[in-house]
């Protein structure tokens, strides 16, 4: 029975030793070649020699002469003279203040009646523009358009300033229709009502006006034939047509005319060319 109990423990302690051996075998297998890194090859290193040729010995070039310095070509006087205005301070611009109107002015301006006193209108405003005297560029140079109403025996009875663009143009322009002389009466004989733009500025003026349209009818004014106010049943309002003027009329219109002066045509051009948007490039 003794014998039975070595050989019993011989084969366990064979077993475990077995058993132990299979393990660590297994255990180099897993953790020795999956853990260790691969070192990386070294790449192998290529140097090139270049063999270059000796420097060779440049010979100094002989010394060129000096160009001789060519004088500057002379300036004409009239260039030269430009050449210094131009760079000279630049003055500002000024434009005098018109004469006054004559008494022939006046007289026509008394008796022309077409366009709600079309003379007798620009007229005024020539005589208050020729007392506010000399317009020069700058901040005080302006615009200022006034409401007015003149009684039939030519006396101012209400002023007032729509607008102005220069606080200095306003308060000359009030001061010289203060200052005006007594108009004549009114060509119609009834009170004279209109707006009138007074340019203080040397870069403008009223203008002389043209006549010769003056014996035509007025356009019709355009008129929205669809509008409607809300209320009032829906009609479409036609435009009321051109007047036909007599023949007869229109020939003894025009021989009241007076004839149109180059400056009164110059003027009218301009008002159409800024009435169109005439640019300087050309359109």
């Known amino acids: 029975m003794q014998f039975s109990t070595y050989k019993h423990l011989f084969a366990i302690f064979f077993s475990l030793a077995l058993h132990a051996l299979v393990f660590s075998l297994a255990s180099n297998m897993q953790f020795g070649f999956v853990g260790k890194p691969v070192k990386p090859k070294a790449e192998a290193t290529v140097i090139f ?14 010394d060129r002469p000096a160009a001789p310095i060519k004088a500057a070509p002379a300036v004409a006087p009239e260039i030269q003279a430009h050449q210094e205005q131009a760079l000279a301070p630049r003055q500002p611009a000024s434009q005098a203040a018109p004469p006054a109107p004559t008494a022939q002015e006046w007289d026509f301006a ?8 079309k003379g007798y209108r620009h007229t005024w405003g020539q005589q208050v523009r020729s007392l506010m ?8 140079q302006g615009l200022v358009r006034f409401r007015l109403e003149i009684a039939a025996d030519g006396t101012l009875t209400k002023l007032e300033t729509l607008w102005s663009t220069s606080t200095v143009a306003e308060q000359l322009a009030r001061k ?16 004279l009502i209109f707006e009138k733009t007074i340019s203080f500025s040397p ?11 003056d014996c035509l009818p007025d356009p019709p ?4 034939p669809f509008a409607w106010d809300g209320t009032s049943p829906q009609v479409r309002v036609e435009s009321k047509p051109a007047e036909k003027l007599d023949p007869q009329a ?16 110059s003027a009218q051009d301009q008002r159409l060319l800024d009435q169109w948007g005439y640019r300087k490039t050309g359109r």
């Open 49 to 62: 020699l270049a063999l270059l040729p000796p420097p060779q010995k440049s010979t100094p070039k002989p």
């Open 110 to 117: 008394a008796k022309y009646t077409l366009k709600n006193s």
């Open 133 to 140: 005297g000399t317009a020069v560029e700058g901040p005080d």
């Open 176 to 191: 010289a229709i203060e200052n005006m002389p007594p108009s004549p009466p009114t060509p119609t004989g009834r009170p």
């Open 203 to 213: 870069f403008a003026s009223d203008g002389t006006p043209t006549y010769k349209d």
């Open 221 to 224: 004014a355009f008129r929205n």
């Open 250 to 265: 229109l020939e003894e219109c025009l021989r009241q005319l007076p004839q149109d002066t180059i400056e009164g045509e």
